[in-house]
C-alpha cells in the first residue's frame, strides 16, 4: 500500500501543479480567514508555480547555486536607470522574500537575517512597486496586486507556510521555531500552532513583534 506521501505526490502529478497550487492557496486563505482579490490569489499561484523550478530562485556564484541577498536586489533596483528594469529587481525582490519567509522560514534560523527581514524588505518591495507602477490598464491592475501584497504580506507568508506543509514542501516546524517566528513576526498562525501545542505567546512581551 502507497505511503501518504507517495499518494500526495501521484495527486499532485495528476493533476498538475498548478491546479494543486490553486487549491492549495484557495485552501489555506479560506482556513485562515484571509481575503484576498482574485488577482492576488492568481499572482501567489503563478509565484509558486514559477518557483517550482529551482533554477528561478537560485543564481550561480563561484560557491555554487545561491539566493541572491534582498539587499542586493535592492541596491540593484535603486541604481537602475530604466523604471522597467527596476521593476523587474523590485518584483524579483518582493516575490523571493515572500516565497522564502512562507514556505522555507526555517531556513533563516541562525542566520545573519531571519524572517522578519524578509518581511520587512519583501513588503517594502511591493510597495515601492505599487507607487511607480503605471497607468495602463494592466499597470494598474498590478497596481492594486501589488499594494494589497504589501499590505498584506504577513498574512501571505502564513497562506503559503500552510501551502508549503499541506504539500509536504516543507517539514513541521519545531515549537521554538515556531515561538520565534511568533516573536520577530506577531503570525497569527505561529501564535494558533503553539497554543495547539499548549503554549500561549504573551503579547506584551515584544520581541520587535509587529502590532
Do not use: C
Amino acid at each position: 500500500m502507497p505511503s501518504t506521501s507517495q499518494s500526495k505526490q501521484t495527486v499532485i502529478t495528476h493533476i498538475g501543479v498548478k491546479e494543486h497550487f490553486r487549491e492549495t492557496v484557495s485552501a489555506a486563505l479560506s482556513h485562515q480567514k484571509v481575503h484576498a482579490q482574485a488577482e492576488t490569489v492568481y499572482y501567489l499561484v503563478n509565484l509558486l508555480d514559477h518557483f517550482a523550478l529551482a533554477e528561478r530562485l537560485f543564481q550561480p556564484t563561484p560557491d555554487g547555486l545561491q539566493i541572491e541577498p534582498l539587499a542586493l536586489l535592492y541596491a540593484k533596483a535603486i541604481q537602475a536607470n530604466r523604471l522597467e528594469t527596476r521593476q523587474q529587481v523590485l518584483r524579483r525582490l518582493g516575490d523571493i522574500a515572500l516565497f522564502v519567509s512562507g514556505l522555507f522560514s526555517g531556513s533563516l534560523n541562525r542566520k545573519l537575517v531571519d524572517v522578519d527581514y524578509y518581511i520587512g524588505m519583501g513588503s517594502s518591495a511591493y510597495s515601492h512597486l505599487s507607487d511607480i507602477s503605471g497607468n495602463s490598464i494592466r499597470s494598474r491592475t498590478f497596481n492594486t496586486i501589488y499594494s494589497e501584497l504589501s499590505a498584506k504580506f504577513q498574512e501571505f507568508v502564513d497562506v503559503l507556510a500552510e501551502v508549503g506543509e499541506n504539500s509536504q514542501l516543507t517539514p513541521p516546524e519545531d515549537t521554538l521555531r515556531l515561538y520565534e517566528i511568533w516573536a520577530r513576526t506577531g503570525s497569527p498562525r505561529a501564535a494558533d500552532k503553539l497554543r495547539k501545542r499548549a503554549i500561549e505567546p504573551l503579547a506584551n512581551m515584544g520581541f520587535g513583534r509587529k502590532n
